[in-house]
C-alpha cells in the first residue's frame, strides 16, 4: 500500500511517500528555518505562508521521486495535530483536497506517533510493545507504546518542551534558530561540571518534568555574568545545561520502563538528535540490559515519511476520517 503523506506542524514543509509503512520511495523537505532565524523563533504567520507557497511543488517532487503518478497512491495520511494551528491548517486542507480529488481515504496522524514511527522506517524489526520518549520542539512525553495505535502517556512536561528550552537557552548564548544542534556542538568542546543548574523534580508526579525552571536559570546565569562583567564558559554552561535536560530524561524513562514492565526504549524526536542523551540512554539502557532504538539523526526532525510511517498502521486500525476532520493545535496522543 503506498501512501502520500504530508507533515507541516512547524517550520518544515514535507511531502513522502511510504510503501507498507516501513519504506520510504520519497522525502521531499522544505525548511524555513533560514527565513525564521532572523527572528530568533519560529512566526507562525510566516510559517503558514511559506507552507502555502511550498506545498504544491512538494507534492509534485515527492510523486516524481518515488517513481509514481497520482494513480500508484492508495492513501493520503497527513499531521492534523498537534502544531501551529495555522500551519497544520495548510498540510490538512491541501491534503484533504488531494484525497477528495483522487477518491482515496484520507489518514489523520497525530504528529507525535509520527515521530515514533520514525523508528519503524529506520529498524524494520522494531515493534510494539516499548517504551518511548518522544522529545522534540513542541512535546516531551514518556510513553507505553502498547500497540501501533494504542499509546498510554506515562510522564510529560508540565510546561516547556526540551527542545523549546534548549533553544531558549541557545539564544541566550547567542546562537542561532533553531538552537538545538549549535548548542550541541558547543557542549562538545566542554567536560562541562562548571556551572550548578536546578533539576526538575515535580512534587507527586515522579514521571512528570518541568523545564521552565532550567531554561529561567540559564537566562539568569548569563544576565548575571554580562551585568558583572564575569566571562561565561559558554561551551560549559551549554554541557552542563544538556546533562541537566538528560537528568530530567533518561532516568524517567527508564524508571517508566521498569512500571510499565518493557525492556525495549524507544527514543524520538529532534531533541534525541542530542549526543549528551544519546550517550546517556546507550549506558543507561546498557546497564538494565534494555534494547535501546536511536533514530538516525535525519529522521529525528520533521518529515513527512514518519507520517506515512504511521499512517499506514492507523489505516490498518481504521482509523480514516471525512472531509469534516480538523486540525487541532492540541490534542491527546492517547486519543490519536
Ligand atoms: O522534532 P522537531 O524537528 O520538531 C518538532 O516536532 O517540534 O524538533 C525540533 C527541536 C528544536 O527545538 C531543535 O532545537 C531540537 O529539536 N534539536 C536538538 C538537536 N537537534 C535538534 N536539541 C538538542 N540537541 C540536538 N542535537
Redesign the pocket.
Known amino acids: 500500500m503506498k501512501i502520500l503523506a504530508f507533515e507541516s506542524?512547524?517550520d518544515?514543509t514535507a511531502v513522502a511517500v511510504v510503501e507498507d509503512g516501513r519504506t520510504v520511495l520519497s522525502d521531499a523537505i522544505a525548511s524555513q528555518a533560514d527565513m525564521h532565524a532572523l527572528y530568533g523563533g519560529v512566526v507562525p504567520e510566516i510559517a503558514s505562508r511559506k507552507h502555502v507557497e511550498a506545498i504544491a511543488a512538494l507534492m509534485e517532487q515527492a510523486l516524481k521521486d518515488a517513481n509514481c503518478t497520482r494513480a500508484d497512491i492508495d492513501a493520503v495520511a497527513v499531521t492534523y495535530a498537534p502544531g501551529l494551528i495555522g500551519a497544520v491548517l495548510v498540510g490538512l486542507s491541501f491534503a484533504k483536497s488531494v484525497a477528495f480529488a483522487w477518491d482515496v481515504p484520507l489518514i489523520p496522524v497525530h504528529?507525535v506517533r509520527g515521530?515514533i514511527a520514525a523508528n519503524y522506517l529506520a529498524f524494520p524489526d522494531l515493534e510494539p510493545p516499548f517504551l518511548a520518549l518522544a522529545i522534540?520542539?513542541?512535546?516531551t512525553l514518556i510513553m507505553d507504546v502498547k500497540g501501533y495505535t494504542e499509546l498510554q502517556v506515562l510522564g510529560a512536561t508540565r510546561d516547556d518542551?526540551?527542545?523549546?528550552c534548549?533553544?531558549k537557552a541557545?539564544r541566550v548564548l547567542g546562537l542561532p534558530y533553531?538552537?538545538?544542534?549549535p548548542?550541541?556542538a558547543l557542549a562538545q568542546q566542554s567536560q562541562g561540571g562548571v556551572y550548578k543548574l536546578p533539576h526538575v523534580h515535580v512534587e507527586g508526579a515522579e514521571l512528570d518534568m518541568s523545564f521552565s525552571g532550567l531554561k529561567t536559570a540559564v537566562v539568569n546565569l548569563a544576565h548575571h555574568a554580562e551585568q558583572v562583567g564575569e566571562p561565561l564558559n559558554r561551551a560549559a554552561l551549554a554541557r552542563d545545561f544538556?546533562q541537566a535536560v538528560s537528568d530530567a530524561l533518561v532516568p524517567r524513562a527508564m524508571q517508566a520502563a521498569s512500571l510499565a514492565g518493557r525492556k525495549v526504549l524507544v527514543a524520538a524526536?529532534?531533541?534525541a538528535?542530542?549526543?549528551v542523551?544519546r550517550g546517556d540512554l546507550e549506558r543507561a539502557c546498557e546497564r538494565q540490559g534494555y534494547r535501546l532504538y536511536l533514530p538516525p539523526l535525519k529522521l529525528?526532525?520533521?518529515n513527512g515519511a514518519m507520517i506515512g510511517a504511521q499512517g499506514y498502521y492507523e489505516y490498518l486500525a481504521g482509523h480514516t476520517a471525512g472531509m469534516n476532520l480538523n486540525a487541532y493545535a492540541t490534542r491527546d496522543i492517547a486519543v490519536g
Open positions: 506542524s512547524c518544515e504528529h515521530h522534540s520542539g513542541g512535546n518542551a526540551a527542545g523549546e534548549f533553544d541557545a533553531p538552537g538545538g544542534a548548542m550541541d544538556a524526536g529532534g531533541v538528535a542530542n549526543s542523551i529525528c526532525g520533521d
